[in-house]
């Protein structure tokens, strides 16, 4: 699973570079976003702007995500793509999770958004 981060001034930016989140690679990810947010502090942000599809496993493996960095910490979805951010809403997940337009904006206003 190919995830990279970016150290930004109020959150740290983990950038999806695939375009699929699904069965396929669901155990990947959460086991990636593990060794990535493990020993950092405040809030991720999670950018979905190259992914064009998500399945209910993978949705469960970003919801296992959050939970993995909560309560101490707040996991939060940037830039969704058209198809992504349908799954959220069909499923209601994004009443759940705050969804950023775009993740280097949302990087910057973090604090202030707050």
């Known amino acids: 699973m190919n995830l990279m981060t970016e150290a930004g001034p109020d959150a740290l930016v983990v950038r999806v570079h695939e375009e699929r989140i699904d069965a396929a690679v669901a155990i990947q990810f959460k086991d990636r976003m593990r060794e990535l947010t493990a020993g950092r502090e405040g809030p991720v942000i999670l950018d979905l702007s190259r992914v064009s599809f998500v ?6 493996a970003i919801v296992a995500a959050m939970k993995l960095l909560a309560p101490l910490r707040r996991l939060d979805l940037a830039a969704l793509t058209p198809n992504v951010a349908r799954v959220f809403r069909l ?12 993740a280097p904006e949302a990087a910057g ?4 958004a707050e």
């Open 55 to 60: 399945d209910s496993s993978g949705l469960g």
């Open 91 to 102: 499923t209601r997940m994004d009443e759940v999770f705050r969804i950023l337009p775009d």
């Open 109 to 112: 206003r973090f604090r202030a």
